[in-house]
């Protein structure tokens, strides 16, 4: 999202602007350490701590299983609702004078199934599945039920596991590297949205979902 564009040093991000403090910022905020997670309740305190220090996009790639909550209100009355709550507050704050409010937007999920996981299958996100270099689903994506928009995900060449056809990002410790997932495809969307923003700073416009 946020690699600087034109500096010909590794990627360019979809947002990443010319280097001149025009680009997007990123706070990160883990809530995954080593394949563990750290639950609900921590999970929405980090939502709600990015709300109060002034995140306008929230970027999410993790989710529970596709088909693990079966519906909406399973996941606003069930366990989960915690976040669902977190997200509501994130939602209702005015982070940017060109917002109405915060906007939420996750990876799909990558079970190959007709239905997006939760929480982003949840109707008041945004749900965004993979598309591969040839512009069809790829192999992983969740699809269907859920899910709002496409973007490049990435997908590994079937047999030979070719990088090529994925998508190039940035690795800790200074590294370059290809992968594949809705979690590469959710950046994308972000990035429009941070653009979006930008837009509608520049024109006097302003945006709700």
Known sequence: VAAVNNNGVGVCGVAGGSGNG????????????????????????????????????LQNSWGFEAGAISNDQGFEKGSTQVEAKAFEYFMTKKNHPNLE????????????????????AWNKLIAVSAIAPD?????YTCYDRGCNVAA??????????????????????????????????????????????????????????
């Not at 905020?29 to 750290?38: E, F, L, V």
């Not at 990558?110 to 939760?118: I, M, Q, S």
């Not at 512009?135 to 192999?139: C, I, K, M, N, S």
Request: hydrophobic content about 40%.
């Open 152 to 209: 490049p995900g990435g997908e590994y060449a079937p047999t030979t596991w070719a990088e090529p056809g994925c998508v190039l990002s940035t690795l800790p410790n200074d590294q370059y590297g290809y992968s594949q997932g809705t979690s590469m495809a959710c950046p994308h969307v972000s990035g429009i949205a941070a653009l979006a923003i930008s837009y509608a700073l520049d024109n006097n416009i302003v945006l709700s979902l």
């Open 135 to 139: 512009g069809l689903p790829t192999y």
């Open 22 to 57: 025009d680009g997007v910022r990123i706070m990160s905020c883990q809530i995954i350490s080593g394949g563990t997670a750290a639950g609900v309740s921590a999970t929405a305190a980090a939502v709600e701590y990015a709300a109060d220090r002034g995140a306008c996009v």
């Open 101 to 120: 409010g915060g906007i939420v937007i996750f990876a799909a999920g990558n079970d190959g199934k007709a239905v997006a996981g939760y929480p982003a």
